[in-house]
């Protein structure tokens, strides 16, 4: 019967129906993933037990706790009860075709080069008026009290990466912005918002800046022309994934300097 259970919990059907279901559920189709899960405490420290207690692999059972999972952030993302007090601007960044090129350059050049890239990007940060909230492998988060100091700061942090090399390697970085108010839990931040800016930076493709038309809501008249930024309505190719975990109605922008 154990066997039975095991093998309908795995059955590829089963688990594709849950994760459908899913989706009309309220919240985040995709929480339960690492950019919704990462950050301490509340809902997403118990998705992250949930995915050590349960299998590691796909399974409709581990599908059903974090949708329980998922309706109950928004539960509290609705309430007010998930959401800060202050509203901040969010930098997500990482590198393109960083873990191919990782991969075959071992653990010391790797190092070598996430050192000197961040030597090259989080002193922008700090200048203007950031604060790195944590390293990601090949990328970092950072909050910005201001969202034109954020979009400054990506620009000059790609400036000063330009600079770096390793052997025949060019670090290329892609980022994304969003303004919004997530809630501060020690010296982390999680919310919805977190995982907008997460998903916006994911749209960056080839390196690119996007920002939220949230954030380009946020600045005063003429700013964008003030630091030289120009600001392009991003359209999905034909062929792209769809972003999972954003609003219908957020619309997304690709910035150029």
Known sequence: ML???????????????????????????SFGDPLSTAGP???????????????????????VSLGALQVWQ???ERTGRGRGTREVTIVFTDLIGFSDWALAAGDEATLDLL????????????????????????????????????????????????????????PRMRVGIHTGVP????????GVDVNVAARVMQAGGDANVMASSVTLDALEPGLLDDLGVRAKAYRRGLFAAPLRGVPDDLRLFTLTH
């Open 3 to 29: 066997a039975w259970i095991r093998a309908v919990d795995s059955a590829p059907a089963v688990v594709d129906t849950v994760r459908r279901a899913r989706r009309a559920l309220p919240g985040d189709p």
């Open 74 to 76: 928004a539960l509290l």
């Open 183 to 190: 809630r501060q839990i020690g010296a982390d931040w999680l």
């Open 115 to 170: 050192r000197d890239v961040a030597r090259a990007i989080e002193p922008p940060v700090a200048d203007l008026g950031g604060h790195v909230v944590k390293r990601m492998g090949d990328g970092m988060m950072a909050v910005f009290t201001r969202p034109d100091r954020a979009i400054e700061a990506a620009f000059a942090a790609r400036t000063a990466l330009a600079e770096v090399r390793n052997g025949g390697y060019r």
């Open 41 to 63: 405490g509340g809902v997403r420290a118990m998705a992250r037990a949930a995915d050590r207690l349960l299998d590691d692999g796909p399974g409709a059972s581990r599908e």
